[in-house]
């Protein structure tokens, strides 16, 4: 059985074990997969998959996304590492995804370990163990994740250099929850800073160096963090005093930053899957970072300073992209792709191959303030299935709230510009329970739904024969480290699910629908966005009641998550409802993104007083990213 047998069987077999006893295990493998949803999920073998010689490897590394297939093969993110990783001949990096529950069943049954999709060997024979932190409820699939895997969740109990657990995403600028679990995580950009610390395993390897002197001298390298390094002190009141840092490790952690997004690696080819995923397209991104300064949004604040890749360069990718892998449509990514720079020049640049070629380009992150008939011409090739806004807050006050800075006239012209095009579907994003928030402002959003009604009807050049739908969703607002909105505590459940049924009950237009989330989830999800390396203890407790798919409503276990607070003795409305005040001490404080804490004060003082910020390109609002000499901050200045 060779290396592509041992993927299909999704077993670990050593090549030289006996024939019989290889041809039962593939046997029972094929079995299993029959059993299982889409087996398609474990069987790996895609067309890019990176396959190379054990023998010649001197790092493995297992890149382990906490959720299902079809999720994690749709995240940038894991392409761009995946590729950047295995660009370096001594490093192997393979895709592990978390089991669905029936897959997770006949593995636990038939004493089957968590694997990796290129060899098929299980994640324990790997060096490294990294986790992409996209959501606070993926933390018990990551858990869940080492459990499968047959590796100790706490750090203390890996004492050899190996298995080292790693995570980094948007997650990490609060790791706290999940401090004792892992060995280091990496703050802010990854291409570059991974693969030092890979280089630096290398070399410890080869010196006969042990995990302690090895994670002392990662400490050294900016962007690392490693929590066992720090230790927490909290008040009489379970507020955080302070964190000392120990052994020589810096008091503050600076994120890593690439300055020239043109210098930085980007995948030109990536596992093509053989089944249907999330975003089956080719992802391209265009920026990073964004000009807005929302205050609700973290990835707004986590990615700065806004960075631009250039047209010539987006293009070479997208070409190569295209012949690598068969696709036949681009998404240019990014936090706000119409705030590129020069959108329209891109698209013209594109479209001198697209067309001919039969490619459709998507522009996902549109915002209302920007959208024009000149873009629109230049994505007419979109199919027009929908299109989608987020302005976020029903009412002028609010938006001036959490500085969205859209008026309710830019909207009524954007969508009267989409309908004119022939665009009949409008989905809006909007959040309950903001700061401040009225019931006049969650009217206030029926309102903006049944404006977008009149546009429609009042649009003499509306594609005829057809009626308008309208799109309401809410999602309940979570306060997220980083933002001038960390202070604030959530509503409570019974305030949130009061503001949803009063959104849901007031509708009565039947041209527009209103959605909403579980409040549940959403209060979880502020727990451990805010919270402290206490809760480790929940997380753990949370998988011995067989927690995790948490993210998914039918797997969702609100009452055994009381259980494991309860246990531990930990209050979660400690954590997620509890306003705090500006001179308190946060988990986070000893990681430095690079916004100065002063500056998301103020932001939310002037958010109290419904004051709106100029975007960064109007003016410079010295957050404090200019730290990092790169991007828009330095052409400002």
Request: charged share 25%; with cysteine; glycine share 6%.
């Amino acid at each position: 059985m060779d290396l592509q047998d041992k993927k299909m069987s999704g077993l670990s077999c050593n090549l030289h074990d006996n024939p019989d006893k290889k041809e039962r295990k593939l046997a029972l493998s094929h079995k299993i997969l029959m059993s299982v949803e889409r087996p398609g999920r474990y069987v790996g073998g895609e067309v890019n998959a990176v396959m190379k010689d054990p023998s010649k490897v001197e790092v493995r590394f297992a890149f382990c996304f906490p959720d299902v297939y079809e999720i994690g093969m749709s995240h940038l993110g894991i392409k761009l590492l995946y590729g950047a990783f295995n660009q370096v001949p001594y490093f192997w990096c393979e895709r592990v995804f978390a089991p669905w529950v029936d897959m997770e069943e006949q593995m636990i049954q038939h004493g089957i370990p968590l694997y990796a999709l290129e060899s098929g060997d299980p994640v324990k024979e790997f060096d490294f163990i990294g986790f992409t932190l996209q959501y606070e409820l993926s933390y018990t699939n990551v858990l869940n994740m080492l459990k499968l895997a047959g590796i100790p969740l706490r750090s203390k109990d890996r004492t050899d250099l190996f298995n080292i657990v790693v995570g980094g995403g948007p997650c990490a600028c609060n790791p706290e929850p999940l401090a004792d679990f892992f060995d280091l995580f990496f703050l802010g950009d990854g291409e570059e800073v991974d693969i030092e610390v890979m280089e630096l395993y290398r070399q410890c390897k080869k010196d006969g160096k042990g995990k302690n002197e090895f994670l002392r001298e990662a400490a050294q390298i900016e962007g690392v963090y490693v929590p066992s390094m720090y230790h927490a002190t909290y008040h009489p009141d379970g507020t955080v005093k302070n964190y000392v840092a120990l052994h020589g490790a810096p008091a503050v952690v600076k994120k890593r930053v690439v300055k020239d997004m043109d210098q930085t690696y980007v995948p030109e080819s990536f596992p093509v899957p053989m089944i249907d995923i999330v975003h089956d397209r080719i992802s391209v991104e265009v920026l990073r970072g964004c000009i807005r300064g929302c205050r609700f949004c973290q990835a707004g604040f986590l990615y700065r300073p806004f960075r631009e890749r250039s047209i010539p360069v987006i293009d070479q990718i997208c070409q190569a992209s295209c012949a690598a892998t068969g696709y036949d449509e681009i998404s240019l990514s990014s936090l706000s792709t119409s705030d590129y720079s020069d959108l329209n020049g891109l698209l013209d640049q594109l479209h001198l191959w697209t067309e001919k070629e039969k490619v459709s380009l998507s522009l996902p992150s549109l915002r209302v303030d920007n959208f024009s008939p000149e873009l629109m011409e230049r994505v007419n090739s979109v199919r027009k299935s929908g299109l989608t806004f987020a302005p976020e807050a029903g009412s002028q006050r609010m938006r001036d709230v959490i500085n969205k800075n859209v008026t309710e006239e830019q909207l009524r012209h954007t969508v009267d510009v989409a309908f004119s095009e022939g665009w009949t579907r409008i989905k809006l994003y909007f959040m309950i329970g903001l700061p401040t928030e009225t019931t006049e402002d969650i009217h206030a959003i029926l309102g903006l739904g049944k404006m977008v009604v009149d546009t429609f009807y009042a649009n003499k050049v509306k594609p005829k024969g057809k009626n308008v739908e309208v799109s309401l969703s809410a999602a309940a607002f979570v306060p997220k480290p980083f933002t001038p909105f960390q202070w604030f505590g959530q509503d409570t459940m019974d305030v949130l699910n009061m503001k949803q049924h009063e959104l849901k009950s007031s509708n009565s237009s039947r041209r527009v629908s209103v959605s909403y989330h579980d409040a549940k989830t959403s209060f979880l999800e502020a727990v451990f966005a805010r919270g402290d390396r206490r809760l480790c203890a929940v997380l753990e407790k949370a998988i011995e009641l067989g927690l995790h798919f948490d993210g998914w409503d039918d797997c969702f276990k609100y009452d055994k998550w009381i259980e494991a607070f309860h246990a531990c003795g930990l209050d979660p409305a400690f954590y997620a409802n509890r306003t705090r005040d500006f001179n308190e001490v946060f988990p986070w404080d000893h990681l430095d993104y690079g916004i100065r804490k002063e500056f998301l004060a103020e932001e939310c003082r002037r958010a109290y007083r419904e004051e709106t910020t100029p975007n960064c390109r109007e003016k410079c609002s010295n957050c404090g990213a200019a730290c990092f000499k790169g991007g828009l901050c330095v052409a400002k200045r």
